[in-house]
């Protein structure tokens, strides 16, 4: 079993920043690789980001390339999204989630934390 925790989310204006934290337990950590995902009201879970064990690939939705970033640090078991220039329209609760190499989905994800862009 993997245990998420995100932290991080808020209220911010639009133009603004916020860098959300998910900090894992119950795996090696290294062993994981760590994406975002979000989900606005009234709207499926979308894919946000996703980098490798290592770190050293990521990937990134259409929607936030350019102005979101991941990035995870093995030392810390921590993985981090930091989300600059955020618009109304990222307005959603972002999860965390785990998946084995190679996995087409995740198998674990966070209790999710909620990120709110005012205009």
């Known amino acids: 079993q993997v245990q998420l925790v995100e932290s991080g989310g808020g209220l911010v204006q639009a133009g603004g920043s916020l860098r959300l934290s998910c900090a894992a337990s119950?795996?090696?950590?290294?062993?994981?690789?760590m994406g975002w995902s979000r989900q606005a009201p009234g709207k499926e879970r979308e894919f946000v980001a996703l980098?490798?064990?290592?770190?050293?690939?990521?990937y990134y939705a259409d929607s936030v390339k350019g102005r979101f970033t991941i990035s995870r640090d093995n030392a810390k078991n921590t993985v981090y999204l930091q989300m600059n220039s955020l618009k109304p329209g990222d307005t959603a609760v972002y999860y965390c989630d785990a998946r084995a190499p190679g996995a087409p989905t995740a198998d674990y994800w966070g209790q999710g934390t909620q990120v709110t862009v005012s205009s």
């Open positions: 119950g795996r090696t950590f290294t062993s994981l690789v």
């Open positions: 980098i490798s064990r290592s770190g050293g690939s990521t």
